[in-house]
């Protein structure tokens, strides 16, 4: 007989855990629900506080409950956006630690933000054209106010993604945003090159307002590629 690896026990806060989860999942426990007391579900589980108390807090950064002190805890609803700000300590640290990594990621925006482009050209509607040529207009007011010129770009290029009508695309376009600029601030804004940004987001508009699904394609995926070229002469 071939000896293998003992099967090692679970820890009792882990069974509470899945026990909870699965309730969860299968919409016993819905969002806003409250879930049973920390007695109750002690009662429920024949397990002692320290367990449920692990179980919960690990719920708790999951973002599937929210824990207000003197209340039961609450299930929370889900979101796409909520759902990538779970990865994005461990993307930040992807980002931060292997250098080649952040080339990898840059070249996905390209292709996710030429793609998102694409789907908003298609699907804009008048009113949606009418608000991205308020965030472009922002954008160049900010000329004058350089504090806020990145948040404008961003702002800009997240009206794209909520032009698609597709809340994960939003939240991917918001987690990139937020990665980029928490670890390499300069590959979003190089001093001296804003008017040059801003020229790209007009062509990118126009594109767009024109219902030209290639021509709003090449503008982002020229904008991208040109920004990356760019950084790396302002960094020299």
Do not use: C
């Not at 062509?203 to 990356?228: C, P, Q, V, Y």
């Amino acid at each position: 007989m071939t000896v293998t690896d003992p099967i090692p026990r679970r820890k009792l806060s882990q069974e509470v855990l899945d026990r909870l989860l699965s309730r969860i999942t299968s919409g016993e426990y819905a969002a806003g629900d409250q879930l049973p007391s920390e007695r109750q579900l002690m009662e429920m589980f024949q397990v002692g506080r320290p367990a449920i108390r692990e179980a919960m807090q690990t719920l708790s950064h999951m973002g599937l409950v929210s824990i207000t002190h003197g209340e039961r805890a609450r299930v929370t609803p889900i979101t796409a956006a909520k759902v990538m700000g779970q990865v994005g300590e461990s993307a930040k640290h992807f980002l931060a630690t292997a250098p080649e990594n952040l080339e990898h990621l840059k070249e996905a925006r390209v292709f996710f933000e030429v793609g998102m482009v694409r789907l908003a050209t298609e699907r804009a509607s008048d009113a949606d054209i009418a608000r991205l040529e308020r965030r472009l207009q922002e954008h160049r007011d900010a000329l004058t106010d350089l504090s806020g010129f990145l948040a404008r770009d961003m702002a800009f290029h997240r009206e794209i993604a909520a032009i698609s009508g597709n809340p994960i695309y939003a939240a991917v376009a918001q987690a990139m945003f937020d990665w980029l600029a928490v670890y390499h601030v300069s590959l979003l804004r190089a001093p001296g090159a804003e008017q040059i940004t801003i020229d790209e987001h007009e062509r990118i508009f126009n594109g767009i307002a024109k219902r030209d699904t290639e021509e709003a394609a090449a503008a982002m995926s020229d904008h991208l590629k040109r920004a990356s070229s760019l950084y790396r002469q302002f960094e020299k």
